[in-house]
Structures are given as structure tokens and as C-alpha cells.
């Protein structure tokens, strides 16, 4: 079991660029979640998919940001337009999807925006 | 509406002192109840967690945490720290009915050597 993986785990962009963060959940977990760790905001809630539906989306920004998952091996989170203030690391976590289900994080990825 | 609090947003020990980091949660119902670590660099890593039945948890490296109904508390103990333990330490809830977790804001734990 590798656990969940990211990739790029860093990535630097130039302002108004784009950037796609790519997520592999552990196999046979149900659930997806994204997070954005930054050292004043700390750990926010983005999204979070269950058997690659959307079921909340209420920490992503309205405008730039965008998640998909169009299969069960993968997720994608892309930022159109990035800004300095898109700057953090990203994190991708999985679970079984149960009630009190534990998640599992994968290494994140770092995001530089110049 | 939920959330998780942890007081102290850094905390300081010496090698061998014993540590508690504290948690509360604000809901009208028990949730699930989690501590994550997080290492330089590293995404978050289960340290336990509380289900039901007995209130002292075990988990790994000589963590426990034990709940409080009546607090609303689940704070993290260990009875002698190593310098390894420095890194951030996140409390976490989460509900029956809805995966997400609700994170507390996390305490950044340096054992001085």
C-alpha cells in the first residue's frame, strides 16, 4: 500500500498561470478530501468527494479554483489564474468513507506562486 | 455550529518532562475524535483515536488522550517526550453521517534537548 500520493510534490508558477495538483487515493477508499495548509490561515477544508461525487464544496474559493474527480484511482485540483496568495501546500487525504472514518494524508504538494 | 479548539498554539518542553496538549470540541453530540501529527514537510499522520468505551485511548510512540463528556475535551498525553516529538499536533472531530473532519488549528510541540 503506497498510501495516497500527490504530484508535483512542489510546484512553482508565475502569477496568472495555471496549476492542476494531482491526488491517487488509497485503493479502495470512497472518499477524497482537499485541504490548503498555510502558516496564518493553518489547515482549511476545500472539497471533498465520496465515489467521486461532489458532496461539499463550501472551503473552495468561488472564483479560480476547481476539483474533479473522474475516477476512482484520481483527483485533480485546479487553480486558474494563480495568485501570490495561492501560495501554500496542498493536501489530499482519503478514507473508506464511513462515519468516523480516519483519513489518510498524503505528503502534499507545495505550491510557489511568484 | 461545530468546532475544535486548541488553546495553545505553541508549547515548549524539555526532554523527559511529561506533556499534555489540549483539545475541545463545541457540538451538541459526541463525535469521532482524532489526533493527527504532522512533521516537517510531511502530511498529517494518525496518532489515535476515540470511538466509544473506554475514555483512555492508546496510541502510537506513548500517546494517549482521554475524553470527557462532561468537558467536552479530548486532550493528548505522554509521559516522556523525546526530542523526535517535536512537530505540530492537530485535533480533529468528525460526525456521523458526514465524513469531513473539523481540525482545531494544531499545537506546535519543541522538546528541548
Known amino acids: 500500500n503506497a498510501g495516497v500520493i500527490q504530484t508535483p510534490r512542489h510546484k512553482v508558477t508565475g502569477k496568472g498561470q495555471e496549476a492542476t495538483l494531482w491526488c491517487e487515493p488509497i485503493?479502495?477508499?470512497?472518499?477524497v478530501f482537499w485541504y490548503r495548509q498555510t502558516i496564518v490561515q493553518g489547515l482549511e477544508f476545500l472539497t471533498y468527494?465520496?465515489?467521486?461525487?461532489?458532496?461539499?464544496d463550501s472551503g473552495m474559493p468561488k472564483e479560480r479554483f476547481s476539483a474533479q474527480m473522474p475516477n476512482q484511482s484520481h483527483s485533480t485540483l485546479k487553480i486558474q489564474s494563480t495568485q501570490p496568495q495561492d501560495s501554500a501546500v496542498y493536501l489530499c487525504?482519503?478514507?473508506?468513507?464511513?462515519?468516523?472514518?480516519?483519513?489518510?494524508f498524503g505528503p502534499g504538494t507545495r505550491l510557489t506562486v511568484l | 455550529a461545530q468546532s475544535v479548539t486548541q488553546p495553545d498554539a505553541r508549547v515548549t518542553v524539555s526532554e523527559g518532562a511529561s506533556l499534555q496538549l489540549r483539545c475541545k470540541y463545541s457540538?451538541?453530540?459526541?463525535?469521532?475524535l482524532f489526533w493527527y501529527v504532522q512533521y516537517p514537510r510531511q502530511g498529517l499522520q494518525l496518532l489515535l483515536k476515540?470511538?466509544?468505551?473506554?475514555?483512555v485511548v492508546q496510541g502510537v510512540n506513548g500517546f494517549e488522550a482521554e475524553f470527557s463528556k462532561s468537558n467536552s475535551s479530548f486532550h493528548l498525553r505522554k509521559a516522556s517526550v523525546h526530542w523526535s516529538d517535536s512537530a505540530v499536533y492537530f485535533c480533529?472531530?468528525?460526525?456521523?453521517?458526514?465524513?469531513?473532519?473539523?481540525f482545531g488549528k494544531g499545537t506546535s510541540l519543541t522538546v528541548i534537548p
Open positions: 487525504a482519503s478514507s473508506l468513507g464511513t462515519g468516523g472514518a480516519e483519513q489518510f
Open positions: 485503493s479502495g477508499h470512497s472518499a
Open positions: 468527494f465520496r465515489n467521486q461525487a461532489p458532496i461539499d
Open positions: 457540538s451538541s453530540v459526541t463525535p469521532y
Open positions: 476515540y470511538y466509544s468505551g473506554d475514555p
Open positions: 480533529a472531530v468528525s460526525y456521523t453521517g458526514y465524513q469531513n473532519f473539523y
